[in-house]
């Protein structure tokens, strides 16, 4: 019985993340992105931190009970399926000609490392420690500066006249500071609530994996499964949202820097984090 229950709790816990992603992280993070006037490429990248939140949770909870293991196979896993789910994403919305940009094609290509950077640890077997906290923010800030300045060179040059009347006609008006302000806490309660539901996820797994004996990568595996759901609603709803416009290269450059944000987080910021908490809680 005790089995069935927790069960349940995980197919509960899971659905409340894809309801409270889709239902209100999406919609807040629209509204909030207009209010501010802000450009497809940093809503992308807002969209890839508050989606990298169930990450955060999984793996700072991970690690503070000493499972520290299973934190790079989470962050690998869910890097990997998030790549996944954006070029099915992509791929449905047929928007695959917008990734001949030369800015996307660099944000790509940074992705792919935060890919082999994880899976080269794994299969070599190295100890991921505290002594890589620099390591990681230097290649964090090294791939954000990549990434700024590939948008600077290579995509406002290459856009074209009728996707700049297009962000012309559909700006909203500025100077709407209560509401900015309304969305932003919106956004707090939000992260919040992803952090309980994570939690409470979290000591879920954690109850079955002592229940079953499950090893540490399965376990991390599955974390990265469930944590990339809201990246997978994301990455479907900013480019229906840009389709309705006919704008279809906003909403890839919106999904592209939200699967590049969230993956260079999930890897070397969360990383980062986790091996702090393990640092401090658990050696």
């Given at each position: 019985?005790?089995?069935?229950?927790?069960?349940?709790?995980?197919?509960?816990?899971?659905?409340?993340i894809v309801v409270i992603s889709k239902y209100i992280l999406v919609p807040i993070l629209r509204k909030f992105g207009e209010s501010l006037d802000l450009k497809p490429k940093t809503i992308g990248n807002l969209s890839g931190i508050a989606t990298s939140v169930p990450e955060l949770?999984?793996?700072?909870?991970s690690a503070i009970v000493g499972l520290i293991g299973t934190?790079?196979?989470?962050?690998?896993?869910?890097?990997?399926?998030?790549?996944?789910?954006?070029?099915?994403?992509?791929?449905?919305?047929?928007?695959?000609?917008?990734?001949?940009?030369?800015?996307?094609?660099?944000?790509?290509?940074?992705?792919l490392f935060t890919i082999i950077i994880p899976f080269l640890?794994?299969?070599?077997?190295?100890?991921?420690?505290?002594?890589?906290?620099?390591?990681?923010?230097l290649l964090f800030t090294l791939a954000y500066y990549l990434n700024h300045n590939g948008h600077k060179l290579y995509l406002k040059r290459q856009m074209s006249e009728e996707l700049k009347k297009i962000e012309e006609e559909t700006k909203w008006v500025k100077g709407k500071k209560k509401i900015m302000i309304l969305y932003l806490i919106y956004l707090i309660l939000i992260g919040l609530s992803l952090f309980i539901v994570g939690n409470l996820l979290g000591n879920t797994l954690q109850i079955l994996s002592n229940i079953f004996k499950i090893p540490e990568f399965l376990l991390g595996i599955a974390l990265g499964f469930i944590t990339s759901i809201p990246e997978l609603i994301t990455f479907f709803e900013s480019q229906k949202h840009h389709k309705i416009n006919n704008d279809n290269a906003s909403g890839v450059v919106e999904a592209t820097n939200n699967l590049l944000t969230s993956n260079i987080l999930n890897l070397f910021i969360i990383q980062s984090i986790a091996l702090v908490l393990y640092q401090i809680y658990v050696t």
């Open positions: 019985m005790k089995i069935l229950i927790e069960f349940g709790k995980f197919f509960v816990y899971s659905l409340l949770l999984s793996v700072s909870s934190s790079i196979y989470n962050i690998f896993s869910s890097n990997v399926i998030n790549v996944i789910q954006y070029s099915l994403a992509v791929r449905m919305n047929k928007n695959g000609k917008v990734l001949q940009n030369k800015a996307l094609k660099i944000d790509l290509i940074l992705v640890l794994i299969i070599f077997k190295i100890e991921v420690n505290i002594t890589m906290v620099p390591i990681f923010i």
